[in-house]
């Protein structure tokens, strides 16, 4: 349903373009786009309290900028609307894998999504221009100041789970986003109702408790950040609940009943790569820093660093409790990288029983 239909000073009809924006997008590969009216953004006490409490560990970035982060205004002066699209990566349920085998997040097992969705809403800003020549418009898709998935929730896209991710009633959670802001008025969505409920089922799937408050996740504790974002230590008493997780952890979305609706994705770049399904961890304790990036070239594992992803590799052996590690691991003893080291020794003691 539409909230306004604004003819604009007689030169283009809100309503039709937005339905038109709306086509271009699924065409393009979008499975969903939402359109909401641009002005300060939405959630940010939230953020702000968040940010104070310091829940968002050492992603120091989120903190700069925090001015235009809440208003698009700054971001592009006379901003009126912001176009919010979603580009669906699930790629069917994971298979069990062995003690052996590590488990890279669903999202992460093809291409970098950022091409993936910055091409698309380059095409997408290239069609409104051809209609809207006067109209300007900035790209966005995890690179700058703007809050994604709070504007997401502001459109009829989704809204804002229990696990602090968006949900869509027809994709479930396993789509990025990407928006454009724009500065011309267009008609807008009414916003998503939100439907989490009496749910609480991300929560409680939660291994370490990163999301013991509903809307807070705690990234210090959530498996996710600390294999991915964080480079350093990881706290002892969180490496056994990190299982052989190597790149990310989805548990909160497997949980999400939302997900029971989600159809695969036919994006190309996004379809997993073989190699990524259940990925031996054997192959993978050695890396160099050279075979890392060729082994994950172009894809968003790289975000990890090769000593952040071996030093994972060396958590997973350890929770594998399996004898066949334990060469990798007395070999990792000798790593260039301390923090690879440190992790090693503590994996080979959980393998042997400290023998
Ligand atoms: S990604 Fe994993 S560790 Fe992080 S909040 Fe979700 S379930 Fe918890
Ligand atoms: S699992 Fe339940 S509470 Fe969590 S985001 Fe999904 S619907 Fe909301």
Redesign the pocket.
């Known amino acids: 349903m539409l909230r306004h239909c604004i003819n604009y000073g007689g030169r283009h009809d809100a309503g039709r373009l937005t339905a038109d924006i709306r086509n271009e997008a699924l065409k393009i590969g979008f499975a969903k786009t939402g359109f909401a009216p641009a002005g300060k953004t939405p959630f940010m006490a939230h953020f702000r309290d968040w940010l104070r409490d310091g829940l968002h560990g050492e992603m120091r970035y989120l903190e700069r900028q925090a001015e235009k982060r809440g208003d698009p205004e700054l971001v592009l002066p006379g901003v009126r609307s912001i176009v919010v699209a979603a580009l669906n990566y699930y790629s069917g349920e994971t298979p069990p894998s062995s003690p052996l085998e590590g488990n890279i997040s669903l999202y992460a097992r093809g291409a970098d999504y950022h091409p993936a969705v910055m091409d698309r809403l380059k095409r997408l800003l290239r069609f409104i221009k051809s209609a809207v020549p006067q109209a300007n418009g900035l790209c966005y898709a995890d690179t700058g100041p703007v809050m994604e998935k709070v504007w997401g929730a502001e459109t009829s896209v989704g809204w804002i789970g229990k696990?602090s991710g968006l949900v869509s009633r027809e994709l479930g959670t396993r789509f990025f986003i990407g928006v454009i802001l724009l500065d011309i008025p267009l008609a807008y969505d009414e916003k998503s109702e939100a439907l989490c409920g009496d749910c609480r089922r991300?929560m409680d799937?939660?291994?370490?408790g990163?999301?013991a408050v509903p809307y807070r996740?705690d990234a210090g504790?959530?498996?996710?950040?600390l294999t991915i974002e964080f480079h350093g230590t990881v706290p002892p008493e969180l490496r056994s609940l990190a299982g052989n997780r190597i790149f990310?952890?989805?548990?909160?979305?497997n949980a999400c009943p939302w997900n029971r609706f989600a159809v695969k994705t036919t994006v190309e770049e996004l379809t997993p790569r073989k190699e990524n399904l259940a990925p031996e961890l054997l192959s993978l304790a050695g890396l160099s820093r050279e075979a890392f990036e060729r082994r994950f070239a172009a894809s968003p594992v790289l975000r990890a660093s090769r000593d952040g992803f071996v030093r994972n590799v060396m958590i997973a052996l350890g929770n594998s409790r399996r004898a066949e590690a334990v060469p990798a691991l007395k070999a990792a003893l000798l790593d260039e990288s301390p923090l690879v080291r440190a992790h090693a020794e503590w994996a080979l003691k959980s393998v042997t029983g400290g023998h």
């Open positions: 696990h991300c799937a939660c291994p370490t990163a999301l996740l504790k959530c498996l996710s950040y990310g952890c989805d548990e909160c979305q």
